[in-house]
């Protein structure tokens, strides 16, 4: 696996490449990244993977400042799976050696919603930092996991409406035997919060359980739903049904019409907010 750390370096790796996949991450990678790897590599070759924290998508009280950067473990779990050609792993500097006065806002009626609204900005900072690695990467196709599911959304939107010629490929959550989803975060849960936490995916299977049961009370779910976590310690930013198509929310007569739904819901545990989705 080839290392490099400026854009000039990744443009000489691959030229004359026509069918390049490519998967960015933040890293701290986990079994999660690597199967996105792995779908990856059925879909191109060769396979180009991105490290990069970015601060853009961070909020003034996030955690850019302490998320976990392990680039070293990183680069020799890839170099194990042996699934990943290049790894670019740019610096700060690299990315934005001036100020980033050219941003990707998503539309409101996407980007302003559920994740949106709780982290003002994120969305402008992920589109940002992703329409600027395909650009230095220019992949074939990418490569993204669904637990970001809104993330997800967008990305197809914007290489949709900027007639990117990128195919975006989706992989399933990934997730631990007890259910909870693979995620850099998790390892800011002690042992009390980590036992807890699977309640979060817990508590999306029961919504699909009720709805497919015949409970089509959309408000009601949701209350019960996030009163579940609640009244468990939880401090609960959204737990919403949407539609899959453009998450919107399904009116009475889309559910009894077998809509395509998915349950979205982000919950701090402690210190440590996680999300996650289930689709019906």
Known sequence: MKVVHTIEELRDQLRG?????FVPTMGNLHEGHLSLMRLARQH???VVASIFVNRLQFGPNEDFDKYPRTLQEDIAKLEERRDVYVLFAPTEKEMYPEPQSYRVQPPSELGNILEGEFRPGF????????????SCVQPKVAVFGKKDYQQLMIVRSMCRQFQLPV??????????????ALSSRNRYLNAAEYAEAPMLYATLNDVRKQLLAGNIDREELEYKAAKTLTDRGWAVDYMSLRKQSNLLAPTTEEIINK????????????????IDNLEI
């Open 17 to 21: 490449q026509l069918r390049t996949a």
């Open 123 to 134: 969305f402008e900072g992920v589109s940002t930092i992703v329409l600027k690695l395909f």
């Open 259 to 274: 809509e395509p739904l998915v349950v979205l819901a982000a919950a701090k545990l402690g210190n440590t907010r996680l």
């Open 167 to 180: 195919q975006i490929y989706a992989h399933e959550t990934v997730r631990e035997a007890n259910g909870l």
């Open 44 to 46: 191109g070759d060769p």
